[in-house]
C-alpha cells in the first residue's frame, strides 16, 4: 500500500509565491534588458530644405540644433528636473553634396554595464556632406563643418587605450560614428531628429514641412 504523503498548506503557499517572485523578476529583468538595447536618445534636430545648386555646385541647407544634457551635477542638485530639455542654439548651414552626416565619436561600453544603467559616451562633432549620387555632375569636394570643438585629443588617447586594461573592461567599441542622409529634390523641408542608440548615431523621420 502506497503511504499518502501530506504537504502542508503553508509549504505550498511559499513555494507558489517564491516561483511567481522568480518568474516576476525574471519577467522584469528582459523588460530591462528590452528598454535599454531598443532606447533611442534624442540628441539634436535638423530640418533639411530640398537639394539645391549655385556656381560651387549642388548644396542642401540645413538647420541644426542639440539638444543639451545636464552634468552629473545638475542631475543631482535639480532632483528629477534634469530630464527636461534644453535647446542649443540653432544654427543654419549651407552643405554642399547631395547626402548629409552627422558624425561624431562613440564608445561603446559593454552589455553588462548597459543593463546596469550606465550610458555610452559620444559627441556630437561633425557636420559632413558628400556627392553619393552616381551620375550627379557635381563630383566636386563635399563641405565639413566641425561642431562642439570636433575631434578634441580626448577621444584620440580614449582610441588609443581601448583595448588596454582596465579600459578594455569598461569598453566594448570605439569608431566614429553617424549616418548620413541623403538629400531630396522639390518642395517643403524635412524634420529630422538624430538618436543615439546602443550602438550608434542615426536619423528618425519626424515630418514633412510644408512652405507656407
Do not use: C
Not at 553619393?132 to 570643438?149: A, F, K, L, M, S
Not at 518642395?187 to 550608434?200: A, F, L, S, W
Amino acid at each position: 500500500m502506497r503511504k499518502i504523503i501530506a504537504i502542508p498548506t503553508g509549504i505550498i503557499v511559499t513555494v507558489s509565491l517564491a516561483v511567481a517572485g522568480f518568474s516576476l523578476v525574471a519577467v522584469a529583468i528582459m523588460l530591462h534588458a528590452v528598454t535599454v538595447f531598443t532606447q533611442e536618445t534624442e540628441v539634436a534636430e535638423v530640418i533639411m530644405s530640398p537639394i539645391r545648386e549655385d556656381e560651387q555646385g549642388e548644396y542642401i541647407e540645413i538647420e541644426f540644433m542639440p539638444y543639451l544634457k545636464p552634468d552629473g551635477l545638475s542631475t543631482v542638485l535639480n532632483q528629477g528636473e534634469s530630464d527636461v530639455t534644453r535647446f542649443g542654439q540653432r544654427e543654419t548651414y549651407r552643405i554642399y553634396g547631395d547626402t548629409v552626416a552627422v558624425r561624431g565619436p562613440f564608445m561603446k561600453l559593454h552589455d553588462g554595464l548597459l543593463l546596469l544603467n550606465f550610458e555610452n559616451v559620444y559627441k556630437l562633432a561633425l557636420i559632413e556632406g558628400e556627392y553619393r549620387r552616381g551620375n550627379n555632375p557635381n563630383r566636386r569636394e563635399g563641405t565639413e563643418i566641425y561642431i562642439n570643438g570636433g575631434f578634441d585629443d580626448s577621444w584620440w588617447f580614449t582610441n588609443n587605450q581601448e583595448a588596454v586594461f582596465p579600459y578594455s573592461l569598461v569598453i566594448d567599441r570605439f569608431t566614429f560614428s553617424g549616418d548620413e542622409e541623403p538629400g531630396f529634390y522639390g518642395t517643403g523641408k524635412k524634420r529630422y531628429k538624430i538618436v543615439v542608440t546602443r550602438d550608434t548615431l542615426t536619423w528618425n523621420l519626424e515630418g514633412i514641412i510644408e512652405e507656407g
